[in-house]
């Protein structure tokens, strides 16, 4: 089976904090996303990337950076945490080519306080 | 751009009742459709998906079928149960299979 794995289920960081978070998968996929999510917003892309040290920004961007050294691995990184930036943080991986799912990671719930 | 608009909720039904989610897309070229589904306290699944015009993508009980004339991909589920509550999500992948685009989520509440 796919997995997706999220370093931490919840996490609670303080204003100011520099905060990352890690997403390993273990199929060799190419693509991979940072999402958050928000009661009545759905699903929203901060960034995602398609190989080793390329990245693309998504639709949210701003607060955020990512890592991307290792295949494997894809790291979320808030430089400065803000209590807006309090959600729910999914990650997936895929496959880069047409017709193929997402694979998701269990979720980070993060409270910034 | 690409976009998925999906059907608001909640949606609350009671065991046995028919069920219907709405989504609607726009994209370019010919991209493939698929339905998640999140169960309290955990990631998304896959639930179904179809990846060309006229395709039915099946699952549990749940069917929808790719329609490029409506561009649409309607969630349906004939007989619900109470353990299919949890929140739905349509999304597509555009065709270079690089932007995973979600719908809002619809939110299903299923009584006995």
């Known amino acids: 089976d796919v997995k997706v794995t999220q370093s931490s289920r919840y996490l609670v960081k303080r204003t100011g904090e520099k905060v990352f978070l890690e997403c390993v998968q273990d199929?060799?996929?190419?693509?991979m996303f940072w999402y958050r999510q928000d009661p009545g917003l759905g699903l929203r892309l901060i960034y995602f990337?398609?190989?080793?040290?390329?990245?693309e920004k998504g639709d949210i961007p701003e607060g955020y950076s990512v890592s991307r050294e290792k295949k494997e691995r894809f790291s979320l990184i808030l430089e400065s945490a803000s209590t807006n930036q309090t959600s729910m943080y999914l990650c997936a991986s895929s496959f880069r080519r047409m017709n193929t799912e997402a694979f998701f990671g269990q979720g980070t719930r993060l409270t910034v306080v | 751009g690409n976009s998925v608009t999906q059907m608001e909720g909640p949606v609350t039904l009671s065991e046995e009742a028919f069920l219907t989610i709405n989504c609607t897309y726009t994209a370019t070229g010919y991209p493939s459709l698929f339905w998640y589904v999140q169960y309290p306290g955990e990631g998304l699944q896959l639930l179904l998906k179809a990846t060309k015009a006229d395709d039915k993508g099946s699952n549990k009980g749940f069917e929808a079928t790719y329609r490029k004339e409506t561009t649409s991909f309607h969630l349906e589920k004939g007989s619900v149960q109470v353990s299919d509550s949890a929140v739905y999500f349509c999304a597509l992948l555009n065709q270079a299979g690089t932007a995973l685009i979600f719908g809002k989520g619809t939110t299903l509440s299923v009584s006995s």
């Open positions: 199929m060799d996929h190419e693509n």
């Open positions: 990337s398609y190989d080793v040290k390329m990245k």
